[in-house]
């Protein structure tokens, strides 16, 4: 199954500083048809995880704009342009890609 | 709005079977959508458990295959979960979730809250 890894493990950010996360596949995420099948999701503490950038780089309906996806093929990015106190929790990212879907192993986001 | 709403046990003795249900609101259990089931153990990651469409064709993840079935009720739009043989290790949230599809792949883009089930006697 692919292997998805995300860095850093944790991170601690102030309000209004970026962020960024990054997240490798073991193998490719490209289809032929372009697109990468790469998702982003966040858990608040105690919630369900809610979607945030679908493709690499689609940003979810209602989802603000400071958050951003970027990356193709094994290596993809999660931005945060200026962080604010609901971002905190732990953001995941998963491939659909291949059977089975897998996820990695979360980063978690605190604020200073 | 899509809402998912997951029932079922909150305990369930080893060596027996876990059973869930998650009711949908606001889409139709007919759709092009497919349906998942993703676990997570306490204070662990999450792994997708599979997926069902409204035919009943199913995907499920090859280390729970030998011992999960999924199933649809389209006149109660719901969908379910059952895993038998159940261990320490089954301890876990389970979140329903739609699987929102494109032409190559599909994506859990709605979740429910999730329900704890504990597998101890």
């Known amino acids: 199954e692919i292997v998805m890894t995300q860095t850093p493990f944790s991170l601690s950010v102030a309000p209004g500083q970026p962020a960024s996360i990054s997240c490798k596949s073991s193998q490719s995420l490209l289809h032929s048809d372009g697109k990468s099948y790469l998702y982003w999701f966040l858990q608040r503490p105690g919630q369900s995880p809610h979607l945030l950038i679908s493709?690499?780089?689609n940003r979810f309906s209602g989802v603000p704009d400071r958050f951003s996806g970027s990356g193709s093929g094994t290596d993809f990015t999660l931005t945060i342009s200026r962080v604010e106190a609901e971002d905190v929790g732990v953001y995941y990212c998963?491939?659909?890609?291949?059977?089975?879907?897998?996820f990695g192993q979360g980063t978690n986001l605190e604020i200073k | 709005q899509v809402q998912l709403q997951e029932s079922g046990p909150g305990l369930v003795k080893p060596s027996g079977t876990l059973s869930l249900t998650c009711a949908v609101s606001?889409?139709?259990?007919?759709?092009?959508?497919?349906w998942s089931w993703v676990r997570q153990a306490p204070g662990k990651g999450l792994e997708w458990i599979g997926e069902i469409d409204h035919s009943g064709s199913t995907i499920y993840n090859p280390s729970v295959k030998s011992r999960v079935t999924m199933s649809v009720d389209r006149s109660k739009n719901q969908f379910s979960l059952k895993l038998t043989s159940v261990t320490a290790a089954d301890t876990a949230v389970y979140y329903c979730?739609?699987?929102?599809?494109?032409?190559?792949?599909?994506?859990?883009?709605?979740w429910g809250q999730g329900t704890l089930v504990t597998v101890s006697s």
């Open positions: 998963m491939q659909s890609r291949h059977l089975p879907y897998t």
């Open positions: 979730a739609r699987g929102s599809c494109t032409v190559y792949a599909c994506y859990p883009d709605y």
């Open positions: 606001g889409d139709s259990i007919s759709s092009s959508d497919w």
């Open positions: 493709e690499a780089s």
